[in-house]
């Protein structure tokens, strides 16, 4: 991959060759061979003069100022992973990702803007997939409109590999499985899914980790990203979630589902180089953990 550096709003990095041009046929192609650059992406940049050329260096306007949609507000974030284009953060339990009505504070977008804010970089606040409320760990963000192009196409081609922890209940015979069961809406309540043979195709996959008179600790990958699905799931298997009162689970050790999105794995937009993140047990996780195993 060919060498580029950052100069305030605009990516820098040598020509191609010489008559390398931004509307020339085929500047695109050309490109792509050193950059990751969507066609139609590269094809706006070029119509609003945002691609130029100074003497044998291509300039990309790639980093644009940018006012964050969601209202700055002061939280310590815990930041697990940064750079230039991407932000991974451990989302804790109670926050929401982003607002679900106008004018909605206290959600994890808030903090992410504030963060932006406090440090000077000036990014619009871009997530590229979602946690439950309730649910901890690692949630990723775009930092600009290219890395979010292609981190959503990522997710839509299941590039982006997500590995959750949960404590469930009951004892599993089968150790490691997968289900495969559609998932909709549940009619008679408003929020809650079901596994519903006219549903979205669903793929869940399971390894207990750690099997205890209890329940069991439960790694989990998804195939797909429905709403609740590991929840709905592993209810439907039998085994619901501790403190997951919305799908059968008991809440007499846990006040909330015990899920944690523990690892995200995935290929840098721009690098390509595999970037692993893992998030640690939240404190009221790994009590939970130790009070199960001591049963």
């Known amino acids: 991959m060919i060498t580029w550096s950052r100069n305030g709003e605009w990516l820098e990095l040598p020509l ?12 695109v192609e050309e490109l792509a061979a050193y950059l990751p650059v969507p066609r139609k992406f590269f094809l706006r940049l070029a119509s609003q003069g945002f691609i130029r050329i100074d003497n ?9 100022q940018e006012k964050a949609a969601f209202k700055p507000e002061s939280y310590p974030l815990d930041v697990l992973f ?21 004018g909605q504070g206290g959600t994890l977008a808030n903090a992410v803007a504030h963060y932006y ?59 490691e499985g997968w289900i495969d069961e ?10 809650k899914r079901r596994v519903a043979p006219n549903g979205d195709q ?20 998804l195939e797909t990203g429905r709403t609740h699905q590991i929840r709905v799931h592993l209810s439907h298997l039998g085994h619901p979630l501790v403190g997951d009162t919305l799908y059968g689970g008991s809440s007499r050790l ?29 404190l009221d996780f790994k009590m939970l953990l130790d009070q199960m195993s001591m049963n």
């Open 182 to 191: 559609p998932i909709g809406k549940d009619r008679h309540q408003p929020g």
């Open 254 to 282: 846990f006040q909330r589902q015990a899920l944690h999105g523990e690892r995200l794995l995935f290929k840098h937009p721009i690098t390509q180089n595999e970037v692993v993140v893992q998030a640690p047990y939240p």
């Open 82 to 102: 940064e750079d230039e284009f991407t932000l991974v953060v451990n989302k804790p339990a109670g926050k929401s990702v982003h607002p679900s009505e106008a």
């Open 117 to 175: 804010e406090a440090t000077g970089q000036a990014c619009g606040v871009r997530h590229i997939h979602r946690l439950d409320q309730d649910t901890t760990g690692v949630v990723l963000y775009a930092k600009n409109e290219w890395a979010h192009v292609l981190l959503d196409e990522a997710m839509r081609e299941k590039q982006i590999d997500r590995r959750y922890i949960a404590l469930a209940h009951g004892i599993f015979k089968e150790k």
């Open 16 to 27: 191609p060759n010489e008559q390398w041009k931004p509307l020339k046929p085929g500047a």
């Open 56 to 64: 044998n260096t291509i300039q990309l306007k790639v980093f644009p």
């Open 202 to 221: 669903a793929v869940t996959h399971y390894r207990v980790v750690q099997q205890m008179k209890a329940g069991a600790l439960v790694e989990v990958e």
